[in-house]
């Protein structure tokens, strides 16, 4: 069992907003930043989100991150077909001294 | 560009060994902090260890399922970075990622992972 809290599936029309949630702890989210990985199948993950909502070159304008308290959220804005995948967050646990994963979201763009 | 390309994935038995190589190129690998993230068949990530550069000591962390079994090091002068497996166990199993890190934590760029097999 994952110590972030990811709903297992998600899903949205193309064009729609959507938002993944992230609930974590005062050790991991409350102290610290979240990140935000998305992966689809066959491939290896890739980092979208860093340092709660900074996005790295590349990555497109219409994924944005934020916090609050002890939960985080991925927005996709304008959802598109190739955004189908599965999305992990992260966070550093003060407690366990490293990273640790939610346990993945499946997004379904119907 | 990062590339990172890893290898010696394989079929061990429990309680053997194994070591994983990663052949860093495209950026400046002996001031990079490096890790390692594995990901069981079907299932989600899990953050394994972490390096740091050796002139911040080139010290290790590592997650609670394997320390005391596992061991991340680096070789600067070949720019790799290596996992070496021991006593393993059939929950080992999985795809292991090498990756750099964003803000000294977080896995940025990923390998295409190799994949170990723990099984009798």
């Known amino acids: 069992q994952s110590v972030l809290t990811q709903t297992p599936s998600a899903s949205g029309t193309p064009g729609q907003r959507v938002i993944l949630s992230c609930s974590g702890g005062?050790?991991?989210?409350?102290?610290?930043?979240v990140n935000w990985y998305q992966q689809v199948p066959g491939a290896a993950p890739k980092l979208i989100i860093h340092t709660t909502d900074q996005r790295p070159s590349g990555v497109p304008d219409r994924f944005s991150g934020s916090k609050s308290g002890t939960s985080g959220s991925l927005i996709i804005s304008g959802l598109q077909s190739e955004d189908e995948a599965d999305y992990y967050c992260a966070a550093w646990d003060d407690s366990l001294n490293g990273v640790i994963f939610g346990g993945g979201t499946k997004l379904t763009v119907l | 560009d990062v590339h990172l390309v890893e290898s010696g994935g394989a079929l061990v038995k429990p309680g053997g060994s194994l070591r994983l190589s990663c052949a860093a190129s495209?950026?400046?690998?002996?001031?990079?902090?490096m890790s390692w993230v594995r990901q069981p068949p079907g299932k989600g990530l899990e953050w394994v260890a972490r390096?740091?550069?050796?002139?911040?000591?080139?010290?290790?962390d590592y997650g609670a399922a394997v320390k005391g079994r596992f061991t991340i090091s680096r070789d600067d002068s070949t720019n790799t970075l290596y996992l070496q497996l021991d006593n393993v166990k059939p929950e080992d199993t999985a795809v292991y990622y090498c990756t750099t890190l964003v803000a000294l934590r977080f896995p940025a760029s990923w390998g295409q992972g190799t994949l170990v097999t723990v099984s009798s």
């Open positions: 495209g950026f400046a690998f002996t001031e990079a902090w």
């Open positions: 390096i740091k550069r050796e002139t911040h000591g080139g010290t290790a």
């Open positions: 005062r050790s991991n989210i409350g102290w610290n930043t």
